[in-house]
């Protein structure tokens, strides 16, 4: 069955910065785009980076663009979250999610989470 | 962006009671509207893609509709099992952007 399980999180100081990963299994994980959306404490979710099926393309939420950095590598089917200059403001769960397809639709499968806790 | 207005906040609802729950984009999104349950601690689980579509697995008592640039999520008789919080996602254009959730609750 589809499996997504992150690691990684932990806590770090402000400006410093941290790599997250997702481990895929259960399908072929090439075909599809991948998502990191984080939902911070006591509020909702938001999205937060998306990656095509082949690395080809990339698209972040303002809030992240030029700190953070998605990417994957589709022979170790594991995708990746670099976080620089990280904030108080990104303290988060971070879940990766799976879109149905290489491009954006919908995400079908979702990973438990890994907790980012920016603080000194 | 598109902003994504979903209502009521919270909602407090008895086993077997009808629920609806409403979202509004701020500009055409076609049907480019999904909704997730969330559960504390847990993944959160796709019911409806496509505005009106239900994901495999999902029990029948989760429907959408659309209608313009309004949806509506209705669960017919709530079991125990839904009480959790729920949200509207568009696909349409990024930044892909959710609503700001609707807490279920028991009454």
């Known amino acids: 069955q589809v499996q997504l399980v992150e690691s990684g999180g932990g806590v770090v100081q402000p400006g410093r910065s941290l790599r997250i990963s997702c481990a895929a299994s259960g399908f072929r994980f090439s075909r599809n785009a991948m998502h990191w959306v984080r939902q911070a404490p006591g509020k909702g979710l938001e999205w937060v980076a998306v990656i095509w099926n082949d690395g080809s393309k990339k698209y972040y939420v303002d809030s992240v663009k030029g700190r953070f950095t998605v990417s994957r590598d589709n022979s170790k089917n594991t995708l990746y979250l670099e976080m620089n200059s990280l904030r108080a403001e990104d303290t988060a769960v971070y879940f990766c999610a799976r879109d149905f397809r290489g491009v954006i639709s919908w995400f079908d499968a979702w990973g438990q989470g890994t907790l980012v806790t920016v603080s000194s | 962006d598109i902003q994504m207005t979903q209502s009521p906040s919270s909602l407090s609802a008895s086993v077997g009671d009808r629920v609806t729950i409403t979202c509004r984009a701020s500009?055409?999104?076609?049907?480019?509207l999904n909704w997730y349950q969330h559960r504390p601690g847990k993944a959160p689980n796709l019911l409806i893609y496509a505005a009106s579509n239900l994901q495999s697995g999902v029990p029948s008592r989760f429907s959408g509709s659309a209608s313009g640039t309004d949806f509506t999520l209705t669960i017919s008789s709530v079991q125990p099992e839904d009480f959790a919080t729920y949200y509207c996602q568009q696909s349409a254009s990024t930044p892909i952007t959710f609503g700001q959730g609707t807490r279920l609750e028991i009454k």
């Open positions: 500009e055409n999104i076609s049907l480019l």
